[in-house]
């Protein structure tokens, strides 16, 4: 059974910045297809950036040149780096394997908050 584990959330002002980690066990890690997801209040989950098994990057465009997705394969470990980070910015952040399609393949986990807010 796959487990997803998000973390690294938390508090921020505008224009600062924070990394969350997504710790993934019960897949082989390096042959997944991996995505950062977001989820504000009132609104749909959206795919904010997703990173291939090669390295292979996407960004949605409202995060592209802030936030950077990157992977461990050695630690099982997924990264985002969230840079210059605007109100907007505030959800709960999740991360799940997708496949070739990008359709999600696992269950959602509890995700980490991420409140951008001065």
């Known amino acids: 059974q796959v487990q997803l584990v998000e973390s690294g959330g938390g508090l921020v002002q505008p224009g600062g910045s924070l990394r969350l980690s997504c710790a993934v066990s019960g897949s082989i890690f390096s042959r997944d297809n991996m995505g950062w997801y977001r989820q504000a209040p009132g609104k749909q989950r959206e795919l904010v950036a997703g990173i291939t098994s090669g390295g292979g990057t996407t960004y949605a465009t409202s995060v592209k040149g802030r936030f950077t997705i990157s992977r461990d394969n050695a630690a099982n470990t997924m990264y985002l780096q969230m840079n210059g980070l605007k109100p907007e910015d505030t959800a709960v952040y999740f991360c799940?394997?997708?496949?070739?399609?990008?359709?999600?393949?696992?269950?959602w986990g509890q995700g980490t908050q991420v409140t951008v807010s001065s």
């Open positions: 799940n394997r997708r496949n070739i399609f990008g359709t999600v393949l696992e269950s």
